[in-house]
């Protein structure tokens, strides 16, 4: 089993900025890809973005040029930074890998886009 454990949501106002964070533990071998995924009220779960432990990404177009993804594959974590945060972008965004056993899912973390 792979454990994820994802910090850093909260409330932010418009154009504002918020930093995910998400750490892997337990059975991390072989761990091919990790990201983000989204669920606003609602709506299905989606995708924002994730990454390959070669580096190569993959995009939600409506996150394009906004948000950023990076993964520290000796530490296993993934990182996404959100700059210019839009209401819409208000959802429970979860952490995701996936490795030759399985797709794994952290618990979640609010991040709500308000003024």
């Known amino acids: 089993q792979v454990q994820l454990v994802e910090s850093g949501g909260g409330l932010v106002q418009p154009g504002g900025s918020l930093r995910l964070s998400c750490v892997a533990s337990?059975?991390?071998?072989?761990?091919?890809?990790m990201g983000w995924y989204r669920q606003a009220p609602g709506k299905q779960r989606e995708l924002v973005a994730t990454?390959?432990?070669?580096?190569?990404?993959n995009w939600a177009d409506s996150v394009k040029g906004r948000f950023t993804i990076s993964r520290n594959n000796a530490k296993n974590t993934v990182s996404l930074q959100m700059n210019s945060l839009k209401p819409e972008d208000t959802a429970v965004y979860y952490c995701?890998?996936?490795?030759?056993?399985?797709?794994?899912w952290g618990q979640g973390t609010q991040v709500t886009v308000s003024s």
């Open positions: 990454i390959t432990n070669s580096a190569n990404t």
């Open positions: 337990g059975n991390i071998f072989g761990i091919y890809v």
């Open positions: 995701n890998a996936q490795n030759g056993r399985g797709i794994y």
